[in-house]
């Protein structure tokens, strides 16, 4: 209590001891707050006590993330855990009322222009998918493309939720924190079907509770598919494609056979 009122505990002890405790009992995924932290922030911020920190010291840090050449969304990234963190602090009593710290602005990113892929584009990057020697990405991606979902829903589906006799992907928890169904295609469907011939192939686990893309290294879900995303996305040369993007191309594909606005949101859950 007299190092928390003297604000002398440091910024590193603080999250060990005290703001990642919260988030693992608050959170169903610590590991980006667990990694934000020790690679990009404690080294710089770490030793500081509460009570030495100022926002000279916080803005020289995020100029000290543009010098080490990150992009600024995902410098953004790294300012929002530190801005959550010093909100806590604050709540907790952690840093003296008299410290007139203010949150971090986050970086201007500009104005994000939608990228939607055509037929040829489609068919460019599902190639290239197909040289890769990544079991499941070219499934990932078709999948994406055929129903809108959102790419942490691909990763973490299992096959208890994918109802194949109804064509229904159930999502237990999206992105709004409520569950939503994804109507499966007749060609979504067999993409599901491949799917499952993969993972049987593979040797990998297809019981309800397995993952529909399993790690075959790990066991266990993928964390992302990034790294395989930008070299199939380069071969391709796709540059400025996200894999995000893939969900905006399902709703302008929809959008352009006639369906309406208000189908295309609900289908995307929105």
């Not at 001891?17 to 710089?44: C, G, L, M, Q």
Request: hydrophobic residues 35%; contains cysteine.
């Amino acid at each position: 209590e007299e190092k928390k009122s003297e604000g002398q505990i440091s910024l590193g002890l603080f999250f060990d001891d005290h703001f990642y405790p919260n988030v693992k009992a608050t959170k169903r995924n610590t590991k980006d707050d667990w990694s934000v932290f020790n690679v990009h922030i404690r080294e710089s911020l770490g030793r500081y006590k509460m009570n030495e920190l100022t926002n000279e010291i916080l803005d020289e840090w995020v100029v000290g993330q543009q010098k080490k050449g990150y992009q600024r969304s995902k410098i953004n990234k790294h300012i929002f855990l530190l801005n959550r963190m010093m909100n806590l602090a604050r709540h907790w009593g952690y840093l003296e009322t008299s410290q007139r710290i203010s949150n971090l602005r986050k970086l201007s990113l500009g104005d994000y222009k939608q990228r939607f892929l055509d037929q040829e584009e489609i068919s460019r990057l599902l190639v290239h998918a197909q040289r890769t020697r990544h079991p499941h990405i070219y499934n990932v991606i078709r999948l994406l493309i055929l129903t809108g979902a959102r790419k942490g829903e691909a990763r973490m589906a299992r096959w208890c939720d994918i109802d194949r006799k109804k064509r229904v992907w159930t999502v237990p928890r999206s992105k709004n924190g409520r569950s939503r169904r994804i109507i499966l295609s007749k060609v979504a469907m067999e993409v599901m079907e491949d799917c499952l011939s993969n993972a049987k192939r593979l040797g990998l686990p297809t019981d309800p509770r397995s993952f529909v893309f399993t790690n075959p290294r790990t066991g266990t879900a993928y964390d992302s598919f990034y790294a395989v995303w930008y070299i199939i996305r380069d071969a391709a040369e796709l540059y400025d494609v996200r894999i995000h993007d893939l969900r905006h191309t399902y709703a302008s594909l929809l959008i352009n056979k006639g369906v309406t606005l208000y189908e295309v949101q609900t289908l995307l859950g929105h």
